[in-house]
T-cell receptor, first 115, second 112 residues
Framework: EPEVTQTPSHQVTQMGQEVILRCVPI?????FYWYRQILGQKVEFLVS????????KSEIFDDQFSVERPDGSNFTLKIRSTKLEDSAMYFC?????????????FGPGTRLLVL | KNEVEQSPQNLTAQEGEFITINCSYS?????LHWLQQHPGGGIVSLFM???GKKKHGRLIATINIQEKHSSLHITASHPRDSAVYIC??????????????FGQGTRLTINP
């Protein structure tokens, strides 16, 4: 069964460093999402992406964040200068379309720890 | 802004018991997801529903659009059902994409 994959599974970085989290959505999917979950808190929406542009972003998704689909398969989230509060589990998700029956499929997550 | 609330936050039961987890949301939605999160953190989609009821094995999900309420039921619960169950509301379509707004999750523990 096709699945969303994410790399790396864990990343430790120093405050102020840039990180790139990578996702490979399901191949025929057109809509892509990043969510994050700070330890012990709710999962929060960061950004949605369709047709090579951002559809919607949350207030969390400030100028330090960017997303890109550099080729036909990868979908990346870049954090330019990490802060301690960026430590979280980051989930990528994708969906095939926007119909009422479309579901989002989640990747296994990348656990980011900023020291 | 849609608020999604779940109850209970924690639930411990004995193997075989019938489990109910509730989810309420504050504004109209296009669909509601029930998700399962295991201790490693990964999220698996269980159901997506926009009306009525869906059943998959021992899991049943219902939604009442008028009351803005959904329930997830587990029949004949088993220790392997132990996980965090999360409901997530799918809001309006923004340029085709539909973000999810998540509840805080219900931690379910089934004891043998």
């Amino acid at each position: 069964e096709p699945e969303v994959t994410q790399t790396p599974s864990h990343q430790v970085t120093q405050m102020g460093q840039e990180v790139i989290l990578r996702c490979v959505p399901i191949s025929n999917h057109l809509y892509f999402y990043w969510y994050r979950q700070i330890l012990g808190q709710k999962v929060e929406f960061l950004v949605s992406f369709y047709n090579n542009e951002i559809s919607e972003k949350s207030e969390i998704f400030d100028d330090q964040f960017s997303v890109e689909r550099p080729d036909g398969s990868n979908f990346t989230l870049k954090i330019r200068s990490t802060k301690l509060e960026d430590s979280a589990m980051y989930f990528c998700a994708s969906s095939e379309g926007q119909g009422i029956q479309e579901t989002q499929y989640f990747g296994p997550g990348t656990r980011l720890l900023v020291l | 802004k849609n608020e999604v609330e779940q109850s209970p936050q924690n639930l411990t039961a004995q193997e075989g018991e019938f489990i109910t987890i509730n989810c309420s949301y504050s504004v109209g939605i296009s669909a509601l997801h029930w998700l399962q999160q295991h201790p490693g953190g990964g999220i698996v989609s269980l159901f997506m529903l926009s009306s009525g009821k869906k059943k998959h094995g021992r899991l049943i999900a219902t939604i009442n659009i008028q009351e803005k309420h959904s329930s997830l039921h587990i029949t004949a619960s088993h220790p392997r059902d132990s996980a965090v169950y999360i409901c997530a509301a799918r809001g309006q379509i923004i340029q085709g994409a539909q973000k999810l707004v998540f509840g805080q999750g219900t931690r379910l523990t089934i004891n043998p």
